[in-house]
């Protein structure tokens, strides 16, 4: 009977299935002409992006305070707003000498030219990959004035390793600003932790030292109300004569 009853309870119990988050994201196809553009994409797109989807989808879920979440972001915001108005700024200083000195600078064909397709799971992916596709725009007004003849082959090359360089130091200060803001997280986390175990364990030593007062009361009361044993009183009827 006993094995009839635990046989109906495991076929009512609902089996548990593992599912697997679903996150949305968009494909978005961009061509990158340039070498160091190229570099950028490969070596950090992917990384950087899986970060800012942490920032955007799982960090507000674990984080109760605003102005930490406010902060994090805002660090990041600024990051890439900052990069993509250095970028705009270098394009615009070489068209101005370029207008300035009366070259033209005609629109180059490359030999490696590259479609790729990103995948962006956040908002925020998106901007690190318009860094990507000004940053080859960059490159190739770059390559038009050197070709132009107005910018020298050492100039060009480091050009080309700045620019690059800074890109991926973006990404780069991105996955630090997340993996900061997880531990911290993770930090308060167990501090909060030790603190709830630490005040259960003050509530139980206070409540085990009332128990034990009380006991102590109860214990003082009893011996005081516990009544005396008096002392029988002599018989006052004569004794019996002893016969002789």
């Known amino acids: ?5 635990a046989t109906k309870k495991a076929e009512k119990q609902p089996v548990k299935r593992k599912v697997e988050f679903s996150n949305p994201y968009v494909l978005k196809t961009v061509s990158l002409n340039t070498t160091p553009a190229q570099l950028v994409y490969e ?13 955007s989808s799982v960090l507000p879920a674990l984080i109760k305070d605003q102005s930490d979440m406010m902060a994090v972001n805002g660090s990041v915001e600024h990051l890439l707003n900052k990069a993509m108005a250095d970028l705009r700024g270098e394009s615009a200083r070489i068209k101005k000498i370029a207008d300035d000195n ?11 030219a590259l479609q790729v397709q990103a995948r962006l799971t956040c908002n925020k992916a998106a901007q690190y990959l318009q860094i990507i596709v000004e940053l080859d725009e960059l490159i190739c007004l770059v ?8 910018i020298a082959d050492d100039a060009k090359s480091g050009l ?6 800074k890109a991926i130091g973006v990404a780069a200060e991105i996955r630090s600003i997340t993996n900061r803001a997880f ?8 501090t909060e932790a030790d ?3 630490h005040s259960e364990a003050a509530q139980a030593l206070h409540s085990e030292a009332l128990n034990s007062e009380a006991s102590e009361e109860k214990a003082g009361e009893a011996v005081a109300v516990k009544p ?13 004569p002893v016969a002789s």
Not at 1 to 5: G, Q
Not at 102 to 112: A, D, F, Q, R, V
Not at 183 to 190: L, M, S, Y
């Open 1 to 5: 009977m006993a094995e009839k009853t």
């Open 43 to 55: 070596a950090a797109f992917d990384e950087c992006a899986v970060s800012m989807r942490n920032l």
């Open 102 to 112: 009366g070259i033209e600078m005609g629109k180059l064909n490359y030999t490696n």
């Open 143 to 150: 390559h038009s004035a050197w070709f132009a003849g107005f």
């Open 160 to 165: 080309e390793r700045q620019w690059r360089r």
């Open 183 to 190: 531990r911290a997280h993770a930090k308060n986390t167990a």
């Open 195 to 197: 603190d709830a175990l």
């Open 228 to 240: 005396k044993r008096t002392k029988k009183a002599a018989s006052t009827e004569p004794a019996e």
